[in-house]
């Protein structure tokens, strides 16, 4: 039993760290859309690759909900699986479940 827990703790890890860096690749491209579309505004560019950036970034914007959907849900499915199996917490993979929550409890939401 415990080596199934161990491999679950294991790959819900894995599932948890591979969201929040999704979460956060597409937090980072929403943002650096936004300064390139300023600047292109700001120098006067062609309204047709504004637009195309802006398109660009509405694509990225509605993707970050979804991502943080699926962060939110893997974050609370590990924190379950952490809290109610206490019979492997001298695991190594029960460490870095619980050092994987810490880390990314900063992008959880409500």
């Known amino acids: 039993m415990s ?3 161990v491999k679950q703790l294991r790959i819900k890890t ?3 760290k591979r969201c929040c860096k999704e979460l ?3 937090q980072k491209e929403g943002v650096q859309l936004q300064e390139k579309i300023k600047k292109m505004q700001d ?3 062609d309204v047709y690759y504004i637009k195309k ?3 660009l970034l509405q694509e990225t914007n509605t993707v970050i909900p979804d991502c943080q959907k699926r962060f939110n ?3 609370h499915d590990l924190k379950t699986l952490v809290e ?3 019979s ?5 993979e029960y460490k870095a479940a619980v050092a994987g929550l810490k880390d990314t409890a900063t992008s959880l939401t409500a």
Not at 88 to 92: D, I, M, R, W
């Open 3 to 5: 080596e199934n827990l």
């Open 88 to 92: 492997v917490e001298e695991s190594e």
């Open 53 to 55: 950036q802006d398109q």
């Open 24 to 26: 956060i690749m597409y």
């Open 43 to 45: 120098e006067g560019q």
């Open 73 to 75: 849900k893997a974050h």
């Open 14 to 16: 894995g599932v948890l």
């Open 84 to 86: 109610e199996e206490k």
